[in-house]
């Protein structure tokens, strides 16, 4: 009975932890999103995030949507030739990177390069004292640290998948035209042709919102982050894994949101 | 002047301060005193508001810190941290003037600048200092540079977290000075956290002692040599032996 009892109250007591730090995530969240529209506003911290998680996430968000692209043409063909079907490795190409695999893939590959970067940098400037001393300052580090960091996350990650798809339709353009024998021009009729409005509106609203999981995840570990070097070492830890889980969580209801009819 | 009465706080189990009373007159020099985990640092952080005390009341100038501008109150502090907590991301001068170029007097970007460059004077730093970054300063420059910083500003309060602590004796005398010479220059009311006994005697006006989370002693400086007090004797003449165990 009371092993019964204790193996009950362990998962009780894990549930609670579970709802207590959704809920914490929720106010920060909360709290971070309305100091975006509150002033004071930083310009010069927003820009330098713009540069910092946009600008600078460019080359690894390309090279990954190239290879993908690439690769992925190669499997559409060598599926498709089992029926007779290699026409469709354009359109396929196209609708996979744009509906799944561009946004995805750039919010993992953004999730482990920013996410990481802001847990650690928050997480350092928490263990040296510097966030109390912005407090001490009359400077709300919510403000200053949290806010711009979201606003230019949710601004970059469309325009990077943007560049990402557009990268990963090349990708497949040039495995299909160099390597498959498509006709160049009949490959891009065949892209544009098939690539619809809604395509691009849910890769670019997919973009945003996981955009706001990586710096949501960053900044709450980083601002929440344990003593020492190893708390700043678990947070970054915890950034990159559940800003990652959170990316793939959110994009299935995405997903059922945009085409589920 | 900084009132505190029966301030508690625990963390979770940790009872840090089991009711610290405490009063610090305008325009004087209080330095806390005592041991490691003895709740010095929690009491600052209560009172400039990084922490919420669970009980007991915090006045400043006779109203509860709860009740003044948020804002206002923090403009009238300054604050050295034991490290220094420099932004990394910013040079020297632009630490030194941060709170001078945000809020609603906030200055141009030279005038700012030029009184950076003042206050790093002031704090025996010389102007080329003013572009390098944190990271390029050595423990005591970061020191005075966090000095600096704390008195952009002018405030009326200034807290000096561990000033010392890290650095080699002559560094240490040499900050001891500065913070003695700005605290009477400025007026200000000061309130110093340490261990360093050669800080306490250099800075201090009046002593108090942290013990188990109370006020175990506190009075002038002149009178802690002859208080009587056993807690205060071991710790100021570093003795193993006494009330205070050595291991906690």
Same mark, same amino acid.
């Given at each position: 009975m009371a092993f019964l009892l204790n193996f009950l109250g362990a998962i009780g007591?894990?549930?609670? $932890?579970?709802? !207590?730090?959704? !809920?914490?995530?929720?106010? @920060?969240?909360?709290? $971070?999103?309305? +100091?975006?529209?509150?002033?004071? @506003?930083? !310009?010069?911290?927003?820009? #330098? #995030?713009?540069l910092q998680i946009g600008f600078f996430s460019l080359p690894v968000v390309g090279l990954t949507a190239l290879f993908t692209g690439a690769a992925l043409a190669l499997q559409i063909y060598s599926g498709g030739s089992r029926f007779n079907a290699e026409s469709v490795v354009p359109s396929i190409v196209a609708i996979g990177m744009v509906r799944e695999l561009g946004p995805v893939l750039g919010g993992l590959m953004v999730a482990g390069r920013v996410s990481s970067s802001i847990a650690a940098e928050l997480g350092t400037m928490r263990v040296t004292e510097q966030i109390d001393a912005l407090v001490t300052l009359s400077t709300n580090p919510m403000k200053y640290l949290v806010a711009p960091r979201l606003l230019a996350a949710i601004l970059t990650m469309p325009v990077l998948v943007g560049v990402g798809d557009t990268i990963g339709i090349l990708g497949g353009y040039l495995v299909g035209t160099e390597r498959l024998g498509f006709n160049a021009a009949v490959y891009l009729q065949n892209t544009v042709n098939f690539l619809t409005g809604p395509d691009i509106v849910s890769s670019l609203a997919k973009a945003a919102v996981f955009g706001f999981i990586v710096a949501l995840? !960053?900044?709450? +570990?980083g601002y929440h982050s344990g003593r020492g070097a190893q708390g700043v070492g678990r947070a970054t830890i915890n950034a990159v894994v559940s800003a990652s889980v959170m990316?793939?969580?959110?994009?299935?209801?995405?997903t059922e949101m945009f085409f589920s009819s | 002047m900084i009132t505190l009465r029966d301030v508690k706080k625990s963390f979770g189990n940790n009872h840090v301060l089991r009711g610290v009373n405490l009063e610090i007159p305008r325009g004087k020099s209080m330095v806390i005193i005592g041991g490691s985990g003895t709740g010095k640092s929690v009491t600052l952080k209560c009172i400039l508001g990084l922490e919420t005390p669970d009980a007991g009341e915090i006045l400043i100038d006779g109203k509860p810190a709860g009740q003044h501008d948020r804002d206002e109150m923090l403009a009238r502090f300054g604050m050295l941290f034991q490290g220094g907590a420099l932004f990394d991301s910013l040079s020297v001068w632009q630490n030194v003037a941060f709170r001078l170029m945000r809020g609603a007097d906030k200055l141009s970007n030279d005038d700012a600048r030029d009184v950076a460059v003042e206050k790093l004077r002031r704090v025996g730093l010389k102007a080329d200092v003013a572009d390098k970054f944190p990271a390029e300063l050595s423990g005591g420059m970061?020191?005075?540079?966090?000095?600096?910083? %704390? &008195?952009?500003a002018e405030p009326e309060i200034i807290f000096f977290d561990e000033p010392t602590t890290g650095l080699d004796p002559i560094m240490s005398g040499v900050i001891n000075e500065l913070i003695r010479e700005i605290v009477v220059e400025m007026g200000a009311t000061a309130m110093t956290i340490t261990h360093d006994m050669s800080s306490v005697r250099a800075i %201090?006006?009046?002593?108090?002692? &942290?013990?188990?989370?109370?006020?175990?002693?506190?009075?002038?400086?002149?009178?802690?040599?002859?208080?009587?007090d056993p807690y205060l004797d071991q710790f100021i003449h570093a003795r193993a032996e006494g009330p205070i165990e050595a291991v906690r």
């Open positions: 007591a894990a549930v609670l $932890g579970f709802c !207590g730090t959704v !809920g914490r995530i929720a106010i @920060f969240a909360a709290s $971070g999103v309305s +100091h975006i529209f509150r002033p004071p @506003f930083y !310009g010069r911290e927003l820009w #330098q #995030q713009i995840m !960053g900044c709450y +570990h990316i793939l969580a959110a994009n299935y209801v995405l | 970061q020191k005075r540079v966090g000095l600096a910083r %704390a &008195i952009a %201090a006006d009046e002593v108090a002692m &942290i013990h188990d989370g109370v006020v175990q002693w506190t009075g002038a400086v002149g009178k802690m040599d002859k208080s009587g």
